[in-house]
């Protein structure tokens, strides 16, 4: 069970000093759920020196499909891995919609980051048009096998996949915990086709759009919900605390 909290472009250095030194004050150690903090890039090496000797990991929000070169403004996966990253978010649904990432450069991306040892957060999810006319699990499953196309796995613990329904994502609308569970036991089957039963079935699966404090117990106990991936609630440090101990009940 992984909890992983996705802060966006949100905090400065102060702030997100404060956020991280928070976040490892509430989580217990040793803890039986994996947490995770992914801050902008600005303050990747700050919340890196806070959490360091903690039980916190460290994920970026995006990286470049290259490893060096001349691509102003990119960071690659050997720069991320250096600074202490051990995952990072590919494929977000904003990245898609406003930076133009399509299955071919999320496929790219999820490569160069398992060839320089860090781990993909893969990101899939639906429009709301695309659920209302009845699409869901095929765009889902397009996503999925484009994203992981020639990538190979040693464990089940070198790759995550994050089912984000978009209709859900900072809209205060969450997925049913029978909308989630369907599209997870759906994504679960992909990825043992794709990988094998033993690291298919070791894969977290996380649920994002909208958890919260409230609905975090009934998400997480989904037979095939392996954790969450948190916007909003995950920049308040109470209640990014409630979902890890929900998470902890969970497990
Ligand atoms: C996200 O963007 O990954 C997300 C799940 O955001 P929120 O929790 O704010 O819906």
Redesign the pocket.
């Known amino acids: 069970m992984l909890i992983a909290g996705?802060w966006?472009m949100n905090t400065d250095l102060p702030t997100a000093r404060q956020l991280a030194s928070a976040v490892v004050s509430s989580v217990g150690d040793p803890n039986p759920v994996r947490v995770a903090i992914f801050p902008p890039m600005v303050s990747i090496d700050a919340v890196f020196s806070v959490i360091h000797g903690s039980p916190v990991l460290l994920g970026a929000q995006n990286v470049h499909d290259g490893e060096y070169g001349a691509y102003t403004g990119e960071v690659s996966a050997p720069m991320l891995r250096s600074a202490g990253c051990h995952y990072v978010i590919v494929g977000?649904?904003?990245r898609r919609q406003h930076f133009g990432e399509t299955d071919e450069t999320v496929n790219f991306k999820i490569a160069s980051s398992r060839a320089n040892r860090l781990v993909p957060v893969v990101?899939v999810g639906e429009t709301l048009s695309e659920r209302d006319a009845g699409r869901e699990k095929q765009i889902v499953e397009r996503q999925i096998r484009a994203g992981m196309k020639g990538v190979a796995i040693g464990s089940g613990l070198e790759m995550v996949v994050?089912y984000?329904p978009i209709w859900?994502?900072?809209?205060g609308r969450t997925a049913t915990p029978e909308q989630a569970q369907e599209m997870h036991a759906l994504i679960r089957k992909i990825l043992i086709d794709l990988f094998g039963k033993t690291s298919g079935s070791d894969i977290d699966i996380l649920y994002?759009?909208?958890?919260?404090p409230g609905n975090a117990a009934e998400l997480l106990s989904q037979p095939d919900v392996g954790g969450g991936?948190?916007?909003?609630?995950?920049l308040k440090a109470e209640d990014f605390a409630a979902i890890v101990a929900a998470a902890v009940k969970a497990v």
């Not at 994002?208 to 919260?212: D, I, P, Y």
């Not at 991936?229 to 995950?234: D, V, W």
């Open positions: 996705n966006k977000h649904s904003e990101c994050a984000e859900a994502i900072g809209t994002g759009g909208s958890m919260k991936l948190i916007g909003g609630a995950s």
